[in-house]
T-cell receptor, first 111, second 116 residues
Framework: DAKTTQPPSMDCAEGRAANLPCNHS???????VYWYRQIHSQGPQYIIH???NNETNEMASLIITEDRKSSTLILPHATLRDTAVYYC????????????FGAGTTVTVRA | GAGVSQTPSNKVTEKGKYVELRCDPI?????LYWYRQSLGQGPEFLIY????????DSGLPNDRFFAVRPEGSVSTLKIQRTERGDSAVYLC??????????????FGPGTRLTVL
């Protein structure tokens, strides 16, 4: 699986959009980008995934650059409950049963 | 519906002892996963079951670790001769298995293991 790089931490204001970057410059053509998050003292929770097109669901939007070397997870209206560690993972669909979480980005939403 | 449950939520043991950690997956999920999370780090994959069989156990750190899922539902992670370095949160997840499709993993709250 391609290595991903995320900033260790970031703050954002409640009610504003949170934009979480992820670099995956060595991603291969058949590797998807997955995002999970982990709220304190809970197990990780799936957010969204994509291959090359932008994706949106009820939780977030995923923007993948045209060259696929980076992506951004967007939480459109951050709430205090979105405070968590966010993990960006690159994996082939056939390997997505063994997620490589890395250190993630600790996102703190402030009132 | 009920999510993934893990018992116990906390386990304190002494170095050298044997421990068992239990995972009850979401009903109907055929795939089950174990991960280990050390303090300040992301979860690390241990083993993956499809039904009753271990499809990939490449993440188990050594032969002191073993996991079973005899009836394709509940799973037990077993650690023999525990060491202080085994202290971590052990996470279990389950999913439907869709060949070629997203295997969204639903995680339990974990078991915090402390080896004194």
């Amino acid at each position: 699986d391609a290595k991903t790089t995320q900033p260790p931490s970031m703050d954002c204001a409640e009610g504003r959009a949170a934009n979480l970057p992820c670099n995956h410059s060595t991603i291969s053509g058949n590797e998807y980008v997955y995002w999970y998050r982990q709220i304190h003292s809970q197990g990780p929770q799936y957010i969204i995934h994509g291959l090359k097109n932008n994706e949106t669901n009820e939780m977030a939007s995923l923007i993948i650059t045209e060259d696929r070397k980076s992506s951004t997870l967007i939480l459109p209206h951050a709430t205090l409950r979105d405070t968590a560690v966010y993990y960006c993972i690159a994996s082939e669909r056939s390997n997505d049963y063994k997620l490589s979480f890395g250190a993630g980005t600790t996102v703190t939403v402030r009132a | 519906g009920a999510g993934v449950s893990q018992t116990p939520s906390n386990k304190v043991t002494e170095k050298g002892k044997y421990v068992e950690l239990r995972c009850d997956p979401i009903s109907g999920h055929t795939a089950l996963y174990w991960y280990r999370q050390s303090l300040g780090q992301g979860p690390e994959f241990l083993i993956y079951f499809q039904g009753t069989g271990a499809a990939d156990d490449s993440g188990l750190p050594n032969d002191r670790f073993f996991a079973v899922r005899p009836e394709g539902s509940v799973s037990t992670l077993k650690i023999q001769r525990t060491e202080r370095g085994d202290s971590a949160v052990y996470l279990c997840a389950s999913s439907f298995f869709r060949s070629g499709g997203l295997n969204e993993q639903f995680f339990g709250p974990g078991t915090r293991l402390t080896v004194l």
